[in-house]
C-alpha cells in the first residue's frame, strides 16, 4: 500500500513543487532568520536570484556549527509561541543541537512517518513496540505519531528494560518492532536467554530499523534471529527526525519525500555537486519546514542518489544505505576504510557473531586498528589450532577486500559491550596519551 499520492509523482512535478516550495523557504529564511539573510548578503546573493531549481546550488551550506554557535534558537525562523515540541540531538561534547516544530511541521512529521511505516509493511492491524529511547532524541516520538496517524496500536515501551520489553512483546502480541538495529540484536539474545524463540514463540514480522548505519550482513543476522521483515529508514533531527527516508519491501535503497527534502550529493572535499548515481556526501534541504527551516544542510552521511524506477509504483528517488560519515571514515596505513565495509567483511564469516569493536590507535604517524571480534561458539576457543586459522582468514579477508591490516582478538560470546540505542563500533584512541 502507498499512503499518499505525493509519493507517485512525475519527475516534472516533483520539480515543480520542489522549485515553488524552495522559493518559499529562501524568501521565509532571509526575511526571518537574521544568520541567513547576513550569509546571502556576504555572497551578494538575494532570494530573487534562485530562478530555476539548479540555481540551489548557488546558496550556501549550513552545517552543524551554524547550529551549535545559534545555540537554543538563533536559527528558528518563528517565535516561541509557535512552536510546540523542542528535540534536541546529543551532541558527544558541549551543547545539544536544538530543533524546533510548529503545529504544521508535527503534522508534516506524522504524515512522512506514515509513508514509511506504510511502506515498510505495517497496517492498522499491527501493534507497534517503539523501543527507541522517548525523551529530547527524535526517534521515538517521531516514530511513535506517523505509527498512530495510520491506526497501528503504539506501544511506547522506550529503550532498555529489555526483558520487559521481551515479557510485552509476548504477552500483547507485538507485530512490529521499531529500534536501532544493534538493540534488535540484543533484544534477541536476551530473549533466547529468557528461554523464548523469537521466531517461534513471538509475533514479530515486521522490524523497522534506522537512526546508526547497518549492514546487509547485519540485517542478514537480525531476520535470523527474529524470522521478521526488516526495512531500514533514515532521517536527522536538524532534519525533522526520522521520516526523510525509508525502504519498501523490494529493498532497492530509502525513498526520499521528495516533496520536503530536495537532496543534492556534494564531493566532501570540494563542495562541487555531483552528478546522480555517484557517491558523495548527501545534503539536504528541507522545503516545508516552518520552525527551523536550513538551507543544504551537509549530513556528512555518505550515499548516493538513485532514480531508476522502484518496483514498488513509488517514483521518489532513493539513497542507497549509508556507507558511513565523513567524519568516521578511518585512514589506516594509506587506505581510506569506513568501519561499515570491515563490519561487512567480519558478517561474511560464518563463525563470527554480530559483535565487534574497532580501536584505533597512533603509532608513531600512522594510525594501526584492533578489533575485537565475538565468537558465535564459545567451543572454538578450546582449539588453538581453530582459532589461529580464524584469526589469519579473519586478517587476510581484510587484507585482500579492503587492503588493510588490522590485529584481530577473537574474545568469548556475550564479552563485548550491548547497546540498547546507537551502537559505538569505533573507539578512537589516537588523542589518548
Ligand atoms: O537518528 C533520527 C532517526 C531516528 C532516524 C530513528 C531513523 C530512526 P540523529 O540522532 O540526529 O537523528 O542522528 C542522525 O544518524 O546523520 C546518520 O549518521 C545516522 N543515521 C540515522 N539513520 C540512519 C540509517 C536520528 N538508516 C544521524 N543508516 C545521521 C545510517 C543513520 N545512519
Known amino acids: 500500500m502507498i499512503w499518499s499520492k505525493e509519493e507517485t509523482l512525475g519527475r516534472e512535478q516533483y520539480e515543480k513543487i520542489q522549485f515553488e516550495r524552495l522559493k518559499k523557504t529562501i524568501n521565509s529564511v532571509y526575511e526571518k532568520v537574521p544568520f541567513y539573510r547576513q550569509r546571502f548578503k556576504a555572497m551578494g546573493l538575494l532570494p530573487e536570484d534562485i530562478q530555476c531549481l539548479n540555481d540551489i546550488s548557488k546558496l550556501p551550506f549550513t552545517v552543524k556549527d551554524d547550529l551549535r554557535e545559534n545555540y537554543p534558537f538563533g536559527l528558528f525562523a518563528v517565535p516561541n509561541k509557535d512552536v510546540v515540541r523542542f528535540h534536541a540531538s546529543s551532541g558527544t561534547t558541549g551543547k545539544p543541537t536544538v530543533v524546533g516544530y510548529t503545529k504544521n511541521d508535527m503534522e508534516v512529521w506524522s504524515q512522512l512517518i506514515a509513508r514509511i511505516v506504510t511502506m515498510a509493511g505495517v497496517t492498522n492491524e499491527d501493534i507497534a513496540q517503539v523501543a527507541f529511547g522517548y525523551g529530547l532524541f527524535t526517534g521515538a516520538f517521531?516514530?511513535?505519531?506517523?505509527?498512530?496517524?495510520?491506526?497501528?496500536?503504539?506501544?511506547?515501551?522506550?529503550?532498555?528494560?529489555?526483558?520487559?520489553?521481551?515479557?510485552?512483546?509476548?504477552?500483547?502480541?507485538?507485530?512490529?518492532?521499531?529500534?536501532?538495529?544493534?538493540?534488535?540484536?540484543?533484544?534477541?539474545?536476551?530473549?533466547?536467554?529468557?528461554?523464548?524463540?523469537?521466531?517461534?514463540?513471538?509475533?514479530?514480522?515486521?522490524?523497522?530499523?534506522?537512526?546508526?548505519?547497518?549492514?546487509?550482513?547485519?540485517?542478514?543476522?537480525?531476520?535470523?534471529?527474529?524470522?521478521?521483515?526488516?526495512?531500514?529508514?533514515?532521517?536527522?533531527?536538524?532534519?525533522?527526525?526520522?521520516?526523510?527516508?525509508?525502504?519498501?519491501?523490494?529493498?532497492?535503497?530509502?525513498?526520499?519525500?521528495?516533496?520536503?527534502?530536495?537532496?543534492?550529493?556534494?564531493?566532501?572535499?570540494?563542495?562541487?555537486?555531483?552528478?546522480?548515481?555517484?557517491?558523495?556526501?548527501?545534503?539536504?534541504?528541507?522545503?516545508?519546514?516552518?520552525?527551523?527551516?536550513?538551507?543544504?544542510?551537509?549530513?556528512?552521511?555518505?550515499?548516493?542518489?538513485?532514480?531508476?524506477?522502484?518496483?514498488?509504483?513509488?517514483?521518489?528517488?532513493?539513497?542507497?544505505?549509508?556507507?558511513?560519515?565523513?567524519?568516521?571514515?578511518?585512514?589506516?596505513?594509506?587506505?581510506n576504510v569506513f568501519p561499515s565495509q570491515i563490519e561487512e567483511v567480519l558478517l561474511n564469516i560464518e563463525e563470527i557473531g554480530p559483535h565487534y569493536q574497532i580501536k584505533v590507535f597512533k603509532k608513531g604517524f600512522l594510525d594501526k586498528i584492533e578489533i575485537d571480534v565475538e565468537l558465535i561458539d564459545a567451543n572454538l576457543l578450546d582449539s588453538f589450532a581453530l582459532l589461529e586459522s580464524l584469526n589469519n582468514k579473519i586478517k587476510s579477508d581484510l587484507r585482500t577486500i579492503l587492503g588493510v591490516d588490522a590485529k584481530i582478538h577473537l574474545v568469548e560470546p556475550r564479552s563485548l559491550a550491548r547497546y540498547e540505542g546507537k551502537a559505538k563500533r569505533v573507539l578512537d584512541m589516537r588523542d589518548e596519551k
Open 142 to 335: 517521531g516514530l511513535h505519531q506517523g505509527l498512530e496517524k495510520i491506526g497501528a496500536s503504539v506501544i511506547p515501551i522506550s529503550s532498555g528494560n529489555t526483558k520487559k520489553q521481551i515479557m510485552i512483546m509476548k504477552d500483547f502480541g507485538t507485530t512490529t518492532l521499531i529500534c536501532t538495529p544493534s538493540y534488535a540484536l540484543h533484544m534477541a539474545e536476551i530473549a533466547k536467554e529468557e528461554g523464548i524463540d523469537p521466531k517461534k514463540d513471538l509475533k514479530v514480522k515486521w522490524g523497522l530499523f534506522g537512526g546508526e548505519g547497518s549492514t546487509e550482513g547485519m540485517r542478514r543476522q537480525i531476520n535470523q534471529a527474529w524470522g521478521l521483515f526488516a526495512t531500514e529508514n533514515y532521517g536527522m533531527s536538524e532534519l525533522i527526525g526520522p521520516g526523510v527516508s525509508g525502504e519498501c519491501k523490494s529493498l532497492k535503497g530509502m525513498h526520499i519525500s521528495e516533496d520536503h527534502f530536495i537532496p543534492e550529493i556534494i564531493n566532501p572535499e570540494t563542495g562541487e555537486v555531483l552528478p546522480p548515481g555517484e557517491v558523495g556526501e548527501l545534503v539536504i534541504t528541507p522545503i516545508t519546514k516552518e520552525a527551523l527551516p536550513l538551507i543544504r544542510y551537509r549530513t556528512k552521511d555518505i550515499t548516493r542518489l538513485m532514480y531508476e524506477k522502484c518496483d514498488c509504483g513509488r517514483t521518489t528517488v532513493r539513497m542507497s544505505k549509508i556507507e558511513g560519515r565523513t567524519d568516521d571514515m578511518l585512514i589506516i596505513g594509506g587506505v
